[in-house]
């Protein structure tokens, strides 16, 4: 079975901080991993993704995500927060041939100026 | 590229009538379509796959009865939420799987459901 852990419940940053955002995933063969992020009240949109290549992927709004196979984590980073990044992110596991997707409880970013 | 729209964005129903929710890929043909439920301060739960032309897949514990899914289009799927009671309050969200994509979902805004 697929699943995703996100350890941190709540991460408050300060405007201009780093961020790291941690995710675990549990999968039985090469998994596709996925960040999405979601503003109150709104959809879930798709910062960055990871299939196969390079494990270090860059994203959109400036956010990268490494992956580390022996580790099993897939953590989400960017350098320089911004009051616009306060939002609830979500990591989640697929497969190639499995398409549905498991989410993380995810994590609540708030940010503080 | 890639826009899927849920309509409606809101709805208020009363308890033991019906409400249908539509999903729809704007720029796209989408094979696969997911509906999530998403309870407040929660993660996304996923309820069914919808595929174009078959049958819809539940999970586990969801009823097929009460949540009647169509996707009768390769850019529409409908969830229907049927004699609806105050415990299906919820705000459900679809994804759209496009046709050829390996894995990625492109998620719709979400629609708020509030039964009362």
């Known amino acids: 079975a697929q699943s995703v852990t996100q350890p941190d419940i709540h991460i408050t940053v300060s405007e201009g901080a780093s961020l790291e955002l941690r995710c675990n995933y549990s999968?039985?063969?090469?998994?596709?991993l996925f960040w999405y992020v979601q503003s109150p009240g709104q959809g879930l949109q798709l910062l960055l993704k990871y299939f196969s290549g390079d494990t270090l992927v860059q994203g959109i709004k400036g956010f990268e995500a490494e992956f580390k196979r022996s580790q099993s984590s897939f953590n989400l980073r960017k350098p320089s927060v911004h009051w616009s990044d306060a939002a609830e992110y979500f990591c989640a596991v697929g497969g190639p041939r499995d398409y549905k997707l498991s989410f993380g409880a995810g994590t609540t970013v708030t940010v503080r100026a | 590229g890639a826009v899927v729209s849920q309509h409606p964005s809101r709805v208020i129903c009363k308890s033991g009538t019906s409400v249908k929710i539509e999903c729809r890929s704007l720029d796209f043909q989408a094979t696969t379509m997911f509906w999530y439920r998403q309870f407040p301060k929660q993660s996304l739960m996923l309820m069914a796959t919808?595929?174009?032309?078959?049958?819809?897949?539940?999970e586990q514990g969801v009823e097929k009865d009460k949540f009647l899914i169509n996707h009768a289009s390769l850019t529409l799927s409908t969830l229907t939420v049927t004699s609806a009671h105050p415990e299906d309050s919820s705000f459900y969200i679809c994804?759209?799987?496009?046709?050829?994509?390996?894995?990625?979902?492109?998620f719709g805004p979400g629609t708020r459901l509030t039964v009362t």
């Open positions: 999968y039985g063969a090469t998994p596709y």
């Open positions: 994804s759209a799987r496009r046709t050829g994509n390996l894995n990625e979902q492109y």
């Open positions: 919808s595929n174009e032309g078959s049958k819809a897949t539940y």
